[in-house]
């Protein structure tokens, strides 16, 4: 998809940045090359945009650090700022750059300052731990938060300093950082200071810092979480919603260990209240807090997934007659993970399927699709013909869990190649593959979608190829111009689908070794 920027206004090209930003999959090389070619426009404003675009793109867009690394000696600090931030997504691929990263990590202003210091954590380079542990306890708590979350992002490094990051949970503008990097750290780090996450981290004021410490809690053994079950079990019932909520979550991220209070977290499933003590945190009228983090009886549903309760199952189901669409989302997420208990409920799961709310509807195929509740899944093509996209997707890939389902909706499913949305066409192209002999009548029309454009779409007909034995390889030929395509993803899937091929012909294929430009092996085939 082709990005235009030439001849447009500021205000125009900022609109599309923060487009590329938000939906850079959609655009893929695209947007990448149309944000490089605004590093060089004469406005700062659009160069740190243009950067901040490229640093959502990850290593993906590492091929470009060059020319972001240009734009640490720039006049402006938001630019400097915003090009630290794009090397360091870049990750060791712009290590290249770490010398100057660690020069401007102590003589720039504090925000670029503490930019460097976490590009420097993800690029990987160690040498500059020490020196990242020092700003631990920094005056500036902007430097110090910044420290602490490299720190969570250098592995061994970081865990032998977990003591100084775990210090710094004393200091409310330091905690989140504190307890974020711990949880980053895993859960060996974690455990020796599950006291302070729950007395601190739990109930702070802040929602952002309480979901951080309740996803601290995950991986901890059942004997570290022993002497704080109960504080955590005593704040589900708080005065304050939020603390609540987290307290429900964090019992959910215990997993197995919180079983034995299942009980108490149905009890939340009655508590209908919500906290609006950061209504402020809003874009649009939309929040930005998760639901989970508002609503006790949302985080109550999901934590109940989470530690696997299927004794609570019909509790969940109810809640998919809730008025408000979040609660029956996070119910459908309940159950998703209940197993056996949760078939028993798929009439009510499958009611979902006709929610007003689009979300739902994905959802209720989603848990349609994770259970494989076969009962049900003949519901499915049904929603081939709603008016979401999303929703098509998710039933499609519902279906494609249960593959003998699947091949009784051969023409309803190859009606969606035609839809004008890709990425429906990718998923009816992956269900095609998955039908077995049914699947093998689409070879040739499955394989002329080598040659779309989107490349989602692409690797899904490389994928579905891979799958048809004799009639996918006669399209051998095809699949093998993928491994040339200079893009990574395409290149691995067609990689894959030639070697599924040629194992599925007992290795009667020929096999050619190729390097990909991703550096990984790929190989092709061709017949004897």
Request: aromatic fraction near 4%.
């Amino acid at each position: 998809m082709a990005v235009q920027m030439r001849g447009k206004s500021k205000g125009q090209i900022l609109r599309d940045l923060q487009i590329i930003e938000d939906t850079g999959e959609v655009h893929g090389q695209d947007g990448i090359e149309a944000a490089v070619a605004l590093l060089a426009h004469s406005d700062p404003e659009v160069v740190a945009a243009a950067l901040l675009s490229l640093s959502g793109r990850g290593e993906e867009a590492a091929w470009c650090a060059g020319p972001c690394a240009r734009h640490l000696s720039s006049a402006s600090a938001s630019v400097r700022g915003a090009a630290a931030l794009a090397l360091g997504s870049f990750g060791g691929a712009a290590a290249e750059f770490a010398s100057q990263l660690a020069k401007m990590m102590d003589g720039d202003k504090e925000d670029v300052r503490a930019k460097c210091v976490v590009a420097l954590a993800q690029m990987g380079v160690e040498s500059e731990a020490g020196r990242i542990a020092d700003l631990v306890n920094d005056t500036s708590p902007v430097i110090s938060a910044a420290a602490c979350q490299a720190l969570g992002l250098m592995g061994e490094e970081g865990e032998r300093r977990s003591g100084l990051i775990a210090a710094k949970m004393d200091d409310p503008q330091t905690r989140h950082a504190a307890i974020a990097a711990l949880g980053q750290l895993g859960s060996s780090s974690c455990e020796p200071y599950v006291a302070g996450i729950a007395s601190k981290g739990l109930t702070d004021s802040d929602s952002i810092t309480r979901q951080a410490a309740a996803a601290a809690f995950s991986g901890v053994s059942a004997a570290a979480l022993g002497p704080v079950m109960a504080q955590v079990v005593d704040l589900l019932g708080s005065d304050h919603v939020g603390v609540r909520c987290t307290a429900a979550l964090a019992l959910g991220y215990m997993g197995e260990s919180a079983l034995p209070h299942a009980a108490k977290l149905v009890e939340l499933l009655s508590d209908t209240s919500e906290d609006m003590s950061e209504m402020h945190v809003q874009v649009g009228g939309v929040y930005r807090v998760f639901v989970t983090a508002r609503r006790p009886k949302c985080a109550a549903l999901v934590a109940l997934g989470m530690i696997g309760a299927q004794g609570e199952a019909r509790s969940c189901a109810k809640a998919l007659e809730d008025d408000l669409y979040e609660v029956r989302l996070c119910a459908l997420e309940a159950l998703s993970s209940l197993g056996d208990a949760a078939r028993a409920q798929s009439t009510e799961i499958a009611a979902c399927l006709e929610d007003p709310t689009y979300f739902v509807r994905v959802k209720a195929c989603q848990c349609i699709g994770a259970l494989r509740a076969e009962d049900v899944m003949t519901s499915l093509p049904e929603l081939f013909e709603d008016k979401a996209p999303s929703v098509k997707i998710a039933a499609l890939q519902a279906l494609m869990e249960s593959p003998r389902i699947a091949e009784s909706f051969p023409s309803e499913v190859f009606k969606c190649i035609s839809d004008p949305v890709p990425l429906v066409k990718a998923a009816a192209v992956s269900v095609l593959g998955c039908m077995g002999d049914t699947g093998k009548c689409y070879a040739s029309i499955i394989a002329s979608m080598l040659n779309e454009q989107d490349v989602r779409l692409r690797c899904a007909a490389c994928d579905a190829l891979g799958k048809l034995g004799d009639h996918g390889a006669a399209f051998a030929d095809e699949i093998e111009l993928c491994l040339h395509s200079g893009v990574p993803e395409l290149e691995e899937a067609a990689s894959l689908a030639l070697e599924r091929l040629n194992s599925a012909s007992g290795g009667g294929m020929m096999i050619e070794n190729f390097e990909g430009e991703g550096g990984h092996a790929i190989t092709s085939l061709e017949g004897e």
